[in-house]
């Protein structure tokens, strides 16, 4: 889960039990979507990866295999 904002906060807390529940902060959550996002990144600096050209799921799933392999992700 991403940090809260001050300004959010403070705002939350003005509302009082009608201001909901804060949100929690999962630090093993945030390691791990990081690194999903980080490696989704590296995939996509591939035009092809990206723009998604093929219509067939079997030859994007070979591409993105492809890149995958010549990446060593």
Do not use: H, W
Request: glycine residues 8%; positive net charge.
């Amino acid at each position: 889960m991403i940090l809260e904002k001050s300004d959010s906060k403070s705002a939350r807390l003005r509302c009082g039990s009608a201001g909901g529940r804060p949100p929690n902060f999962d630090s093993e959550g945030c390691k791990k979507r990081n690194t999903v996002e980080r490696t989704i990144n590296k995939l996509n600096c591939v035009g092809a990866v990206a723009a998604r050209y093929d219509k067939r799921g079997y030859v994007y799933l070979s591409i993105v295999t492809a890149v995958v392999i010549q990446l060593r992700v």
